[in-house]
């Protein structure tokens, strides 16, 4: 199989300007990956599965990340000038300190493809993609329509992690149910105490019926040895 | 875009899908819900039918009942932790899954397996295809209506194999039997004899069941030429296994990858012509033929010496930052499992690639157009096992 860069350079001759950025895998399996901009995903995506010599026609698996804010502590050199008396005269003296700043560093989501050719027998080639944000710029898009095998993967995706995939052509929630409201999968997921109330009709009489048994209650306790 | 439109479109490029009936108002479609306590949908599962008489017009699964979120419970527990987990995916075959996951987390962190911990890991791999195959056919035919018979020649079978597994694992089932670096407890010389003995008896028992099956003229009038899979749309939908091969798709991860030791044992990949029920049957019987040549040689090959690598860590496991993607041939399909790690001893992403819930991407497809009791075959067809579809 073609190397990374070999893979990156036959792609921005396909499709330029796509941002393909290589991402490196410090990790012993050494599977790099390729991280491409979301405008030009589809044009990638069709070109990685028709190309003779890659054949990428088999997409194998598809995941959200979450990757939360993260606050970034560095080190910064600082250069000021202060006034300083320096042998009984008062002078500009230029210094620099060093100073700790922190900053935070935006989370984002991350949709990751792994890819396989099934025609020649090569894989994985691993494509990743980001949102701008975790809040409000959740879109990104679709590659159904190049590999069918994202359908219901996307729909994973889109349910538990809340990535929203444009060009999707059934995006529903695949494993929550239909009313549920947030993302389970994601970092800052807080589980709610009660899972599965819904109210029903058996509300209004469970509150009518705990009234009447607090009336009663009261009663019995007014009338403590009256009888009872 | 709306759903009829996108598929109409994805028809004309070749998605496998016979012309919808046009909703023109003269006859009303009638609306199944099949399942979810269905009995031939294995366990908690519904697919939403639109039937026009007969035949099946539309045809929506529904997923989520079994959903327990494996991978975000997993999210928060060591590494080693999960594997008894991972039992609990697929149920029939926690062998697989043990093993799919540990050699994820060997690849993440680079671990060697010694030489007989790779043995007994194919031999137990192999023993569970052949149970998996056996039962997933009993029940194929369970639901054609021969019921019990052939599924219980099936289970007499697995019930030889579980024994074994009971033995040396200690479970029957839930094996959790795999470690990070080989394997947990020791195969005895005699566990070993009463496996070959196993073997020995395999060959009769697919031979008797092929007598009463292959050629049955019920069999092959339901199955063949029904649930036609083509092999563009079953790679384009990333259908792997058992169902992919009928189609014709020569693609078998045991040789693809030589993951473990396969690279060393002789077998061939069984393919099928049509990829219609019956191919996906036959698939099924011939590949437990091979995993019979595969059991025979590995049991005649195993050496000696341990079953941990000396070097494998097992307190304070923290692989360092990374990720790694690996995957085996389950007897469902592609198992991959996915984990990402910042460092800590927990994953910072764990991700199972369920061979079951993929493959029934294209169940619709299959379904369309035929009868609604061919439906319960097609379904079966698949092989699923729900908890591994929901996780």
Redesign the interface.
Same mark, same amino acid.
């Given at each position: 199989m073609k190397t990374m860069e070999e893979i990156k350079a036959a792609i921005e001759a396909a499709a330029p300007g796509a941002g393909v950025e290589i991402v490196p895998? +410090? *990790? +012993? *399996?050494g599977?790099h990956s390729l991280r491409i901009a979301p405008s030009h995903a589809v044009a990638v995506a069709t070109f990685l599965r028709d190309d003779a010599e890659l054949a990428l $026609?088999?997409? *194998?698996?598809v995941?959200g @990340?979450d990757w939360l804010d993260k606050e970034v502590t560095e080190k910064v050199k600082v250069t000021s000038t202060v006034t300083k008396t320096v042998d009984d005269v008062e002078q500009d003296v230029e210094e620099t300190v060093e100073e700790t700043r922190k900053r935070v560093q935006p989370g984002c989501l991350e949709v @990751?493809y792994?890819l396989f050719s #099934?025609a020649l027998?090569h894989g +994985?080639v691993?494509l990743r993609m980001k949102t701008m944000n975790r809040t409000d710029q959740v879109e990104l898009p679709s590659l159904t329509?190049i %590999?069918? #095998?994202?359908?219901?993967?996307e729909r994973e995706v889109f349910d !538990?992690y809340g990535v929203v995939f444009k060009g999707h052509? $059934?995006l529903r929630? !695949?494993?929550? %149910?239909d009313e549920f409201k947030d993302h +389970?999968?994601r970092r800052d997921y807080v589980d709610p105490d009660d899972y599965e109330y819904e109210p029903t009709p058996h509300d209004a009489v469970l509150t009518r019926a705990n009234a009447h048994k607090a009336a009663e209650e009261a009663k019995a306790r007014e009338g403590t040895g009256a009888g009872l | 875009m709306t759903d009829t439109a996108f598929r109409r479109e994805k028809m004309e490029e070749g998605w496998n899908r016979p012309p919808l009936i046009e909703e023109d108002g003269e006859a009303e479609l009638l609306e199944v819900a099949m399942g979810p306590h269905h009995p031939s949908t294995h366990g908690v599962f519904r697919m939403d039918l639109a039937l026009d008489g007969e035949r099946v017009v539309r045809l929506k699964p529904v997923f989520g009942y079994l959903h327990r979120n494996h991978e975000k419970i997993a999210e928060g527990i060591s590494y080693l932790a999960s594997m008894p987990y991972t039992d609990r995916l697929d149920y029939i075959c926690s062998l697989t899954n043990n093993w799919a996951y540990a050699l994820a987390v060997e690849k993440l962190v680079g671990q060697q397996v010694p030489e007989r911990a790779e043995y007994i890991r194919v031999i137990l791999a192999e023993f569970t295809r052949i149970q998996n195959h056996a039962s997933s056919i009993g029940f194929l035919i369970q639901e054609m209506g021969a019921s019990g018979t052939p599924l219980m020649y099936a289970f007499r079978e697995r019930e030889k194999i579980l024994d074994l597994f009971e033995e040396l694992t200690g479970s029957r089932m839930m094996c959790n039997y795999m470690r990070f670096g080989g394997c947990r407890v020791d195969t005895s010389a005699a566990w070993l004899d009463a496996a070959r003995k196993v073997v020995d008896g395999l060959p009769g028992f697919v031979d008797e069941f092929e007598n009463l099956l292959s050629t049955n003229e019920i069999l092959m009038a339901r199955c063949q030429r029904v649930g036609i899979l083509r092999p563009e749309l079953a790679v384009n939908a990333g259908i792997t296994g058992p169902m992919l091969r009928a189609s014709g798709v020569n693609y078998d991860i045991r040789k693809v990858d030589h993951y473990g030791i396969y690279d060393r044992f002789k077998f061939r990949v069984p393919l099928g012509d049509h990829g219609d029920i019956y191919d996906r049957y036959m698939v099924r019987i011939l590949e437990m033929r091979e995993s019979i040549t595969i059991l025979n040689q590995a049991l005649r090959d195993i050496p000696g010496g341990p079953i941990m690598d000396a070097k494998a860590k097992i307190r304070g496991f923290r692989p360092k930052p990374g990720e790694a993607y690996g995957r085996i041939e389950a007897p469902k399909g592609e198992l991959g499992f996915y984990l990402i790690s910042d460092g800590g001893p927990n994953p910072y992403r764990y991700r199972v690639r369920p061979p079951s819930l993929i493959n029934l991407t294209v169940l619709e497809d299959m379904c369309l157009g035929s009868n609604v009791a061919d439906v319960v075959l097609i379904f079966g067809s698949v092989d699923i096992v729900l908890g591994e579809v929901d996780r």
């Open positions: 895998n +410090p *990790s +012993p *399996s599977q $026609d088999f997409l *194998s698996n995941t @990340v @990751v792994h #099934s027998k +994985p691993i329509p %590999w069918r #095998s994202a359908e219901f993967q !538990l052509p $059934d929630r !695949l494993l929550m %149910w +389970p999968m | -």
